[in-house]
């Protein structure tokens, strides 16, 4: 029978009693596995609303039972709205009202957070920059601050995006892009030019003018597949290729 190694030592009860003891918010491993599920909802398109299933629930305290925590004192949100490609508005649950005045923003969403529960312990409100919803949240007298994100698209949009020049090159760009988008012969012409000159066959991007950064990665991305968009196009005037792809 082999012996037991020496090295080999039992834990301590404070070790024991470690693995048990839910995490603090703070906590590295509780960042990481908050993280991480927020990553899944996004890649996998589930609602938020998966945390609260009780599967999801028997499932990450299975998992990590310390990373069992009870229910927050406080909560903040950020607010959105979408229309759907039927133009029917919606929300996480369909917005009820015609306009989209203030004040039908501020019962919508009071609505909400009594519904949801978190009308008592709201903390704060992470709100784009609209004027309606800035409006709202003065009459509903909600603690908020702006999306950096949508700030930043906004400086952007202002400061280059607007720009005339700048303006006809995305045009010009996207007329490319939909050019090898809808039309199948000119997207095989496009692979096979990748494969003569030896590029990264690389699908070319449509921008969102919504989000700046989709312009910027569309530009990139027809700057890489220059050369073989040139060669699959030969019927393109120069004039319609030469200004985006100029120096």
Known sequence: MKPRSSSTKQPTKHQVFAKTRP????????????????EMICTDNQPVSIVENPGFKR????????????????DSINTDMW?????????????????YTATNLVNFMNESFERWGLLEKLNVVVRDNARNIVSAMEVGKFT?????AHTLQLVVKGGCLNNE?????TATCRRIVGHFKHLVKSYKLLRQSQEILGLPKHSIIQDE??????TFHMLNRLIEQKDAILLATPHFPKATLSFPFSG
């Open 165 to 169: 020049r700048i303006s006809l090159l």
């Open 59 to 74: 499932l990450l305290q299975f998992l990590e039972p310390s990373s069992w925590q009870k229910k927050a004192n406080h």
């Open 83 to 99: 229309s759907q490609q039927n133009k029917i508005s919606c929300g996480v649950v369909p917005f009820p009202y015609e306009y």
């Open 209 to 214: 003018p919504t989000r700046w950064i989709s």
């Open 144 to 148: 908020n601050i702006p999306c950096l």
């Open 23 to 38: 995490l603090t918010p703070t906590d590295a491993k509780a960042i990481k596995i908050t993280r991480l599920i927020a």
